[in-house]
């Protein structure tokens, strides 16, 4: 098995809204990642969890929770958004967090806050 | 300032021909550079990864090249098929110990019947 799910696949939530994210992987992988895209833009790095425990936080605003519940788990708690946090967060995992490690990308969900 | 550039940003092309897409880097220090192919709406897949030592790698009609002098790489693809069609991203990854990537902006290839 070597995918990385995601769900939901789509989300619209109002800005006073509580939703969250989650995303799940059975590979034995040990790092996950949460990214955001925009249209026609690359994934920009949000967080990544490492062994379980936050190891990158690139400055996302608090509106965005991260939880890594187990080392297949990751969610991503939301709270309070804004429109311009409307895009597609991808979800990644890598076996370790080493630097030749491929990461493998979720499908994504589509959000879209109003 | 780290940085990865793509080009061009858009590429429409017919099928069964062939197409270069470039990727320029002024990465430092340089670890390993990856072209990912993402689907419209989906996550990325990553298509082919390079080290500083490596030139050339492929993966059927796929095939990059990497001149870490000039820092460089390139994605040839071959006699292209509809299904190609897709925004192919170059990622290239600093040697900090980290997981710091560089992301560039992507081409956007469009195949035509």
């Known amino acids: 098995d070597t995918e990385v799910t995601q769900t939901p696949k789509h989300l619209v939530m109002g800005m006073t809204n509580k939703k969250s994210l989650k995303c799940e992987q059975h590979?034995?992988?040990?790092?996950m990642y949460w990214y955001k895209q925009k249209a026609k833009k690359p994934p920009e790095l949000m967080f990544v969890?490492?062994?379980?425990?936050?190891?990158i936080n690139e400055s996302v605003p608090s509106r965005f929770s991260p939880e890594c519940p187990n080392s297949s788990l990751l969610n991503l708690h939301l709270h309070a958004l804004q429109p311009e946090d409307s895009a597609l967060y991808l979800c990644?995992?890598?076996?370790?967090?080493?630097?030749?490690?491929?990461?493998?990308f979720g499908p994504g969900t589509r959000l879209t806050v109003t | 300032k780290n940085q990865v550039e793509q080009s061009p940003q858009s590429l429409i092309i017919l099928e069964g021909k062939n197409c270069t897409l470039q990727?320029?880097?002024?990465?430092?220090?340089?670890?390993?550079l990856r072209w990912y192919k993402q689907d419209t709406g989906r996550g990325p897949v990553s298509l082919t990864i390079?080290?500083?030592?490596?030139n050339t790698k492929s993966n059927g009609r796929y095939t990059a090249t990497l001149d870490a002098d000039t820092k460089q790489s390139s994605l040839h693809i071959t006699a292209s098929q509809l299904s190609d069609s897709a925004s192919y991203i170059c990622?290239?990854?600093?040697?900090?110990?980290?997981?710091?990537?560089?992301f560039g902006a992507g081409t956007r290839l469009f195949v035509k019947a």
């Open positions: 990727c320029n880097y002024t990465v430092s220090p340089f670890s390993n």
């Open positions: 990622v290239v990854r600093l040697n900090t110990g980290g997981f710091k990537t560089i």
């Open positions: 390079m080290t500083f030592s490596e």
């Open positions: 990644a995992s890598s076996q370790y967090s080493g630097q030749g490690d491929e990461q493998y």
């Open positions: 590979m034995g992988h040990r790092a």
């Open positions: 969890y490492s062994y379980e425990k936050l190891s």
